[in-house]
């Protein structure tokens, strides 16, 4: 069986011209790159060429690059260490729509006496620089919004937020890790003081990511150890990690518009084929059309009276026709719990619940779109005459 991978704002499988650049580094040239000894130097002139690479294009200087195990830990870091400085100001702004790597640390901050403001989305899912306006105050300590989201692939008013921030003298992140190498990010440009980045969701390594401090940004570290990284990120550089990322985020960037337009063309597709194969049931796209990524699209499958396939099953069905997907619902004690994404956008939990997640990837075809909507349709078909 043919597996057919529709998941890569998950994961993304690692680009060989990436692995070759690693492999040496695994082997071989294994040196320890804070040791003195010329094995520990080549691995260390090595990672400086890396952090170079991606400063150049994120339009960062050198040192404002620090390497981490990933976006979950550049997340934490960012935020814990940003608001550890914070003491005076109390409320951090967010959306509910961030990923659970900045949830999380935030709800952690309550137990240190922040408060936490939600921005709202507007309808399709996007977080304006009205909303967080509208939030702003002087007892803001941080403001954390993501560029682009990963269950509806909506694109926020980020360089607008940053402005708005930037005026105020508050401090600003931006969880980019669906952004980076797949539009745009110019860290000047866009006015941010913080940025997480992760590698595995553009065809580099799992555990390798980036945080990007800007110079002058009150933050102090969180993981301490050794003297890696400026002592801003302590503990030995996983340098093939290091090397992959630079690797892969320069294959992102040159290849940026062949994609973009590649997704554009998948995204179409799947569309007029939902169109007009699709008879099993009606169906919704939840998230931004127009002012979204190509390669993501969330959609919500219920019949005529408007109840929703149950999209847990729909996942599982879908694989043992060897197609992944995903839905962003969580299994919490027991129980699937909707999307927080979904009902944070207003959707109905049973609305929230009967959606799955494609997202396309480079070597993914107009065949594999077919199939997929030729798959549904079977499934769908059945799952609605049982239910
Ligand atoms: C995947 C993801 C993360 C987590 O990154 P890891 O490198 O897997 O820890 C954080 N934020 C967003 C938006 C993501 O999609």
Redo the contacts with the bound molecule.
């Keep these: 069986m043919r597996t057919i991978y529709l998941d890569h ?3 993304t499988p690692l680009d060989e011209r990436v692995l070759e650049v690693m492999l040496p580094y695994m082997t071989e040239n294994f040196g320890n790159a804070n040791s003195a000894h010329h094995l520990g130097q080549q691995a260390k002139v090595k990672v400086e060429d890396a952090r170079e690479k991606v400063a150049h294009l994120l339009n960062a200087e050198p040192a404002e690059v620090i390497f981490t ?7 934490n870091a960012v935020i814990k260490g940003a608001l550890a400085l914070q003491k005076g100001k109390s409320k951090i702004i967010t959306s509910e729509l ?2 659970h ?2 949830l999380h640390p935030i709800e952690m901050a309550k137990m240190q006496g922040f408060k936490t403001v939600f921005a709202e989305p507007i309808d399709c899912g996007t977080i304006t620089a009205k909303a967080v306006a509208d939030k702003l105050s002087d007892e803001t300590a941080l403001v954390s919004i ?1 560029h ?3 269950e509806i692939g909506c694109v926020n008013e980020i360089k607008e937020i940053a402005a708005l921030c930037r005026e105020r003298n508050i401090p600003f992140h931006s ?1 980019t ?2 952004s980076l190498g797949k539009i745009p990010v110019d860290v000047k440009d866009l006015g941010l003081d913080f940025l ?1 980045g ?4 553009i065809y580099g390594p ?4 980036i945080m990007y401090i800007r110079n002058g940004s009150r933050w102090m570290p969180w993981m301490t150890g050794g003297s890696q990284e400026r002592r801003r990120r302590g503990g030995t550089l996983n340098v093939p990690g290091v090397l992959g990322f630079a690797k892969a985020l320069e294959l992102a960037h040159d290849e940026m518009e062949a994609n973009t337009n590649h997704y554009k063309k998948l995204r179409s597709l799947l569309m007029d084929q939902l169109n007009e194969k699709l008879t099993a049931c009606t169906y919704r796209i939840n998230g931004n059309e127009e002012n979204g990524v190509p390669h993501i699209i969330n959609i919500s499958f219920m019949d005529e009276v408007g109840r929703g396939v149950d999209g847990e099953m729909l996942l599982l069905n879908l694989d043992i026709e060897g197609i992944c997907v995903s839905n962003g619902s969580a299994c919490t004690s027991g129980a699937m719990e909707p999307s927080h994404v979904l009902t944070g956008i207003g959707l109905q939990d049973g609305v929230a619940k009967s959606s799955i997640r494609i997202s396309f990837g480079k070597k993914n075809t107009e065949e594999d779109v077919r199939f997929l909507v030729e798959k549904l349709e079977g499934v769908l078909t059945r799952m609605f005459s049982l239910a």
């Design positions: 704002a998950a994961t195990s990933g976006g979950t830990e550049s997340d961030e990923h790597a900045v993501m682009v989201n990963n969880d890790v669906q997480s992760s590698a595995h969701k799992k555990g390798i990511g």
